[in-house]
């Protein structure tokens, strides 16, 4: 076991390693959470550059296919939001 190779008479590199390891791991959750909050922003701009599109498409004449745009572009934009990460979820 590690900590057994490096406790050899001083605990001293016990705790370093095990504090360098609990570092490690935090810092990998962390980068998760980041990477997450990153992509959610991305993907919800992205859906309301298509609501923008669908307001465009709207405002020029009204037809089924630009009702059914809004509306997709808007459902779309909900589900963006409802997957974006909980940022006081630990």
């Known amino acids: 076991m590690l900590l057994k190779k ?3 008479g001083d605990n001293c590199q016990a705790i370093d390693l095990v504090k360098s390891i609990k ?4 810092a990998n959750i962390l980068n998760q959470r980041d990477r997450a909050s990153v992509a ?3 993907f919800l ?3 309301l550059m298509f609501v923008f599109d669908a307001i465009l498409e709207v ?7 630009a009702v059914l745009h809004f509306s997709a572009s808007i459902i779309f ?3 963006s939001i409802l997957f974006m ?6």
Not at 59 to 65: D, F
Not at 85 to 90: A, E, M
Request: hydrophobic share 35%.
């Open 6 to 8: 490096y406790a050899n």
């Open 59 to 65: 405002s020029k004449g009204v037809t089924l296919s």
């Open 45 to 47: 701009i992205g859906s």
């Open 23 to 26: 570092s490690i791991a935090i």
């Open 77 to 79: 934009t909900i589900g």
């Open 40 to 42: 959610g922003w991305l």
């Open 85 to 90: 990460p909980d940022p006081t979820q630990n």
